[in-house]
């Protein structure tokens, strides 16, 4: 057949035509390669259907030996039924953790539960902070607590190991922790062996295997900082034990990019003021030391609900043993929780008393009052944060909460002494005083009494400060060195520490207490129900020779006008009276103010009338309130100290060598308003250096000779 002819310009088209079809067939081909399938394969193993599952496995089972792999390819049963010849159990595959969301697991012993963190969570966003403080909590302390603060415990053990964690250049810090909540109950009191935490970068962390740290478990916390930038791994297993030991662990375990969830502090939280025999008060550290004219400070002091609590639990329980590390171990075992806070058995409050002799300005700190403790009985302590106080639980930065380091505290024996504080004319007393059965379910009558002298008097000093030109010149003072708003400061300050006693119980004395109202002819003795020492009646069952001290120094230098200062066995009696130091009866306070005498013309009769307490020791306020007293006021007033061996030591007791009111066992020596009886360094030392404490005190003293002698002692 012969072709049409073509014109050149048709000849163009179809030869353009032609082309673009064959550009269009070789772009198919070249974009559609998959011209061929593969067959098929066959399963891995016949009538076996489960190979995803095993692929699944393939991690965990590479970390166990090949005579065990085809074992538990043929059981094709749960992960509780994998614990054959001699190989711990191992979970499907590791359970990914996420930024700050805990994982509560239950593990038994030969068991392993492993974990992954893997690169989404470490570069996952930041956890949520919550509102936060006014200021980082104990600014400026070794215990400074702020989110993030770079600090690792990358130990745990008895004395805990901190070191600081750089990043790297592209790697993340992972903050890793391990809390236990509940442990196997043993029989013999002592708590069962510990949790164990493994890191590996690879697959199969756990005992015998690549770890690039073990980290056992201590009293139910561990934790530390990984630093890469790739996929991690953790396991946690428990110890060999008894095959009587058949119970379970429970604990929770933790990552973090922003902080650790769970937190342990090893720096002494919680600070003793004080106990009696039904209850004990405590004190945290300085939240801050912002002044108080500022508005972190006014903060501070207005935080509602405070941001701490406190555990305890009586040492005769072990059941916390193991735990004293953990919030939520706590929570599930402490016989105190902080729920106690509904039932009034905890009271919790802020407060900016001061601590430490002559410390500094009152500052911010959380007060804790717990009460219906056993008398005569020893309790651990243990201060904690609830997740980061203003938010806790999953996701939340610190979340799982953060424990301070265990103290312990006894309550005391007889029931003569009371715990006051918080008082009106002295508001840096914390101590127990002397009391008896009628005050005792009425502590604000007690309060009541103290206060209303403490007014009393320092009012009448009032009057004879007014006496003095304090607003003149300068050249007219009195002093360069001091005023008269140093003056009542101190005159305020004295007072409150020597007229209302530390009380201690007479069961158990020490080297710097003394004996007060054990005299069998006084009257004022009452049988205390609380106090095993009081017999009815009166204390005729104390042996005589307990009225004559041999602590008491001789004073044969005595003005002949007071010969009772010579210790004399006829009149030492008068020694074991307690301070004049209420309205009602007694001797002269001041140079111009005599209080009158009971029907009896008892001529010491304040607390022994008033309240009537059984037998008790005094620890006597440190003399250099006194001192301060005398440096502080104007000559006129004619203020002076007693003597060393002319009345001193009935009033008194010496600071140490060192300046501080410690012996060097941390015992108190001296009483001072607002003392801490379990010291942490930081306090301990700034009560050695001497530092001064922010007091205001009065004075009592007796007109000898026309010089006002500063001296409340047996008078």
Same mark, same amino acid.
């Given at each position: 057949?012969?072709?049409?002819?073509?014109?050149?310009?048709?000849?163009?088209?179809?030869?353009?035509?032609?082309?673009?079809?064959?550009?269009?067939?070789?772009?198919?081909?070249?974009?559609?390669?998959?011209?061929?399938?593969?067959?098929?394969?066959?399963?891995?193993?016949? $009538?076996?259907?489960?190979?995803?599952?095993?692929?699944?496995?393939?991690?965990?089972?590479?970390?166990?030996?090949?005579?065990?792999?085809?074992?538990?390819?043929?059981?094709?049963?749960?992960?509780?039924?994998?614990?054959?010849?001699?190989?711990?159990?191992?979970?499907?595959? !590791?359970?990914?953790?996420?930024?700050?969301?805990?994982?509560?697991?239950?593990? +038994?012993?030969?068991?392993?539960?492993?974990?992954?963190?893997?690169?989404? #969570?470490?570069?996952?966003?930041?956890?949520?902070?919550?509102?936060?403080?006014?200021?980082?909590?104990?600014?400026?302390?070794?215990?400074?607590?702020?989110?993030?603060?770079?600090?690792?415990?990358?130990?745990?053990?008895?004395?805990?190991?901190?070191?600081?964690?750089?990043?790297?250049?592209?790697?993340?810090?992972?903050?890793?922790?391990?809390?236990?909540?509940? %442990?196997?109950?043993?029989?013999?009191?002592?708590?069962? !062996?510990?949790?164990?935490?493994?890191?590996?970068? +690879?697959?199969?962390?756990?005992?015998?295997?690549?770890?690039?740290?073990?980290?056992?478990?201590?009293?139910?916390?561990?934790? #530390?900082?990984?630093?890469?930038?790739?996929?991690? @791994?953790?396991?946690?297993?428990?110890?060999?034990?008894?095959?009587?030991?058949?119970?379970?662990?429970?604990?929770?375990?933790?990552?973090?990019?922003?902080?650790?969830?769970?937190?342990?502090?090893?720096?002494?939280?919680?600070?003793?003021?004080?106990?009696?025999?039904?209850?004990?008060?405590?004190?945290?550290?300085?939240?801050?030391?912002?002044?108080?004219?500022?508005?972190?400070?006014?903060?501070?002091?207005?935080?509602?609900?405070?941001?701490? #609590?406190?555990?305890?639990?009586?040492?005769?329980?072990?059941?916390?043993?193991?735990?004293?590390?953990?919030?939520?171990?706590?929570?599930?075992?402490?016989?105190? %929780?902080?729920?106690?806070?509904?039932?009034?058995?905890?009271?919790?409050?802020?407060?900016?008393?001061?601590?430490?002799?002559?410390?500094?300005?009152?500052?911010? +700190?959380?007060?804790? @009052?717990?009460?219906?403790?056993?008398?005569?009985?020893?309790?651990?302590?243990?201060?904690?944060?609830?997740?980061?106080?203003?938010?806790?639980?999953?996701?939340?930065?610190?979340?799982?909460?953060?424990?301070?380091?265990?103290?312990?505290?006894?309550?005391?024996? &007889?029931?003569?002494? $009371?715990?006051?504080?918080?008082?009106?004319? *002295?508001?840096?007393? =914390?101590?127990?005083?002397?009391?008896?059965?009628?005050?005792?379910?009425?502590?604000?009558?007690?309060?009541?009494? @103290?206060?209303?002298?403490?007014?009393?008097?320092? %009012?009448?000093?009032?009057?004879?400060?007014?006496?003095?030109? *304090?607003?003149?010149?300068?050249?007219?003072?009195?002093?360069?060195?001091?005023?008269?708003? &140093?003056?009542?400061?101190?005159?305020?300050?004295?007072?409150?520490?020597?007229?209302?006693?530390?009380?201690?119980?007479?069961?158990?004395?020490?080297?710097?207490?003394?004996?007060?109202?054990?005299?069998?002819?006084?009257?004022?003795?009452?049988?205390?129900?609380?106090?095993?020492?009081?017999?009815?009646?009166?204390?005729?069952?104390?042996?005589?020779?307990?009225?004559?001290?041999?602590?008491?120094?001789?004073?044969?230098?005595?003005?002949?006008?007071?010969?009772?200062?010579?210790?004399?066995?006829?009149?030492?009696?008068?020694?074991?009276?307690?301070?004049?130091?209420?309205?009602?009866?007694? #001797?002269?306070?001041?140079?111009?103010?005599?209080?009158?005498?009971? =029907?009896?013309?008892?001529?010491?009769?304040?607390?022994?009338?008033?309240?009537?307490?059984?037998?008790?020791?005094?620890?006597?306020? *440190?003399?250099?309130?006194?001192?301060?007293?005398?440096?502080?006021?104007? =000559?006129?007033? %004619?203020?002076? *100290?007693?003597?060393?061996?002319?009345?001193?030591?009935?009033?008194?007791? &010496?600071?140490?060598?060192?300046?501080?009111?410690?012996?060097?066992?941390?015992?108190?020596?001296?009483?001072?308003?607002?003392?801490?009886?379990?010291?942490?360094?930081?306090?301990?030392?700034?009560?050695?250096?001497?530092?001064?404490?922010?007091?205001?005190?009065? =004075?009592?003293?007796?007109?000898?000779?026309?010089?006002?002698?500063?001296?409340?002692?047996?008078?």
């Amino acid at each position: 057949m012969r072709f049409p002819k073509l014109t050149p310009l048709q000849s163009r088209f179809v030869a353009s035509l032609v082309a673009s079809i064959i550009i269009l067939v070789i772009y198919y081909i070249l974009s559609n390669p998959h011209t061929a399938y593969a067959a098929e394969l066959d399963s891995i193993q016949n $009538q076996d259907h489960n190979h995803h599952r095993l692929a699944k496995d393939s991690l965990t089972v590479s970390s166990v030996n090949r005579e065990t792999e085809e074992e538990i390819a043929k059981l094709q049963v749960s992960d509780e039924e994998k614990i054959r010849a001699g190989v711990d159990k191992r979970q499907d595959s !590791p359970t990914t953790l996420e930024n700050n969301v805990p994982k509560n697991d239950v593990i +038994k012993p030969s068991e392993t539960n492993q974990y992954i963190v893997s690169i989404p #969570t470490m570069f996952s966003e930041k956890g949520v902070q919550g509102s936060g403080f006014p200021s980082p909590m104990f600014n400026g302390s070794s215990d400074q607590v702020d989110n993030g603060s770079g600090l690792a415990q990358v130990a745990s053990s008895e004395n805990t190991e901190w070191q600081t964690v750089t990043n790297q250049e592209g790697s993340r810090k992972v903050y890793v922790s391990v809390t236990t909540c509940s %442990q196997p109950l043993s029989n013999s009191g002592s708590p069962p !062996p510990q949790l164990t935490l493994y890191l590996s970068t +690879k697959s199969n962390a756990g005992p015998g295997n690549d770890n690039i740290q073990n980290i056992t478990l201590y009293e139910g916390h561990a934790s #530390t900082i990984y630093l890469g930038t790739d996929d991690f @791994y953790m396991a946690v297993v428990p110890p060999d034990v008894p095959s009587s030991l058949t119970s379970e662990w429970n604990y929770e375990v933790a990552a973090s990019i922003d902080g650790f969830y769970h937190s342990y502090s090893d720096s002494q939280g919680l600070l003793l003021l004080d106990a009696d025999s039904q209850s004990a008060l405590f004190v945290s550290n300085n939240m801050t030391g912002a002044t108080p004219d500022s508005a972190i400070y006014t903060e501070w002091m207005d935080m509602w609900p405070p941001p701490l #609590t406190i555990f305890a639990h009586n040492t005769n329980d072990s059941s916390i043993n193991g735990l004293q590390r953990s919030y939520c171990g706590l929570q599930n075992s402490a016989q105190i %929780q902080p729920s106690a806070n509904e039932s009034g058995q905890m009271v919790v409050s802020m407060t900016n008393r001061s601590v430490g002799l002559w410390g500094s300005s009152p500052e911010p +700190k959380q007060q804790f @009052y717990l009460n219906t403790l056993n008398g005569s009985s020893t309790y651990h302590g243990i201060m904690a944060m609830n997740g980061n106080s203003t938010h806790s639980g999953p996701r939340v930065v610190h979340g799982g909460g953060q424990v301070w380091r265990t103290m312990t505290f006894n309550t005391k024996t &007889d029931g003569n002494c $009371q715990l006051l504080f918080d008082l009106t004319q *002295c508001p840096n007393v =914390a101590h127990a005083v002397p009391t008896s059965p009628q005050f005792l379910n009425d502590t604000p009558a007690l309060a009541n009494l @103290y206060d209303l002298a403490a007014e009393a008097l320092f %009012q009448n000093f009032t009057y004879s400060l007014a006496q003095v030109p *304090c607003n003149t010149t300068q050249t007219a003072q009195y002093s360069l060195a001091r005023n008269c708003t &140093d003056c009542a400061n101190a005159y305020r300050n004295w007072l409150c520490a020597v007229m209302i006693p530390r009380c201690e119980d007479f069961s158990t004395s020490t080297p710097y207490t003394q004996f007060r109202n054990v005299n069998p002819l006084s009257q004022f003795v009452t049988p205390n129900p609380l106090n095993s020492f009081s017999p009815s009646g009166q204390n005729a069952s104390i042996p005589s020779n307990i009225l004559y001290d041999p602590t008491y120094v001789p004073m044969p230098s005595a003005p002949a006008a007071f010969p009772f200062l010579n210790q004399s066995p006829a009149n030492a009696l008068s020694a074991n009276q307690s301070r004049n130091a209420l309205a009602g009866c007694g #001797t002269n306070l001041s140079a111009s103010t005599e209080v009158p005498s009971d =029907a009896n013309g008892n001529p010491n009769c304040g607390i022994d009338f008033s309240i009537q307490p059984g037998p008790y020791n005094e620890i006597l306020p *440190c003399g250099e309130f006194c001192y301060e007293l005398v440096r502080s006021c104007p =000559a006129s007033l %004619q203020f002076a *100290c007693p003597a060393k061996g002319r009345g001193f030591e009935r009033s008194y007791r &010496d600071l140490g060598s060192d300046g501080s009111p410690l012996d060097s066992n941390g015992v108190l020596m001296c009483s001072y308003d607002g003392a801490i009886l379990n010291p942490s360094n930081g306090t301990a030392n700034a009560a050695r250096r001497g530092v001064p404490v922010d007091r205001t005190g009065l =004075a009592v003293g007796m007109l000898v000779s026309g010089v006002f002698v500063v001296g409340l002692g047996a008078w």
